[in-house]
């Protein structure tokens, strides 16, 4: 199956833009639409937050890391504080993504 994305406004890709490209390419109502497209991100922020790396074939992998503790300075008084350790989420795209980056290209059925 392929999708245009003609009719949908990118300029921000925001869930209501995928929910509305289910409506339009699936025929599913707006409603069923709006529920997969927010349980696709409830598995993947479940999956990081149990510190479990999800991977999107052909696209990309998400990975939870914890930044070690370090020094900084508050910018408005200069004084020294310590920035405690926390938890991040990094992005690693996939070798596919990393190409159609380089030739800077799409290619079919992509």
Do not use: C, H, W, Y
Not at 22 to 47: S, T, W
Request: charged fraction near 30%.
């Amino acid at each position: 199956m392929q999708f245009t994305l003609d009719d949908i406004d990118l300029s921000s890709l925001t869930k209501a833009n995928l929910g509305a490209l289910l409506f339009d390419q699936l025929g599913l109502n707006k409603r069923e639409a709006g529920d997969v497209v927010d349980a696709f991100f409830a598995i993947i922020a479940e999956r990081l937050v149990a510190g479990e790396e999800v991977k999107l074939s052909d696209f990309a992998g998400f990975q939870v890391r914890t930044k070690a503790p370090r020094p900084g300075r508050n910018p408005k008084t200069g004084e020294a504080v310590e920035i405690a350790k926390r938890r991040v989420v990094t992005f690693q795209p996939g070798p596919k993504l990393k190409e159609r980056l380089k030739s800077g290209t799409m290619q079919a059925g992509t």
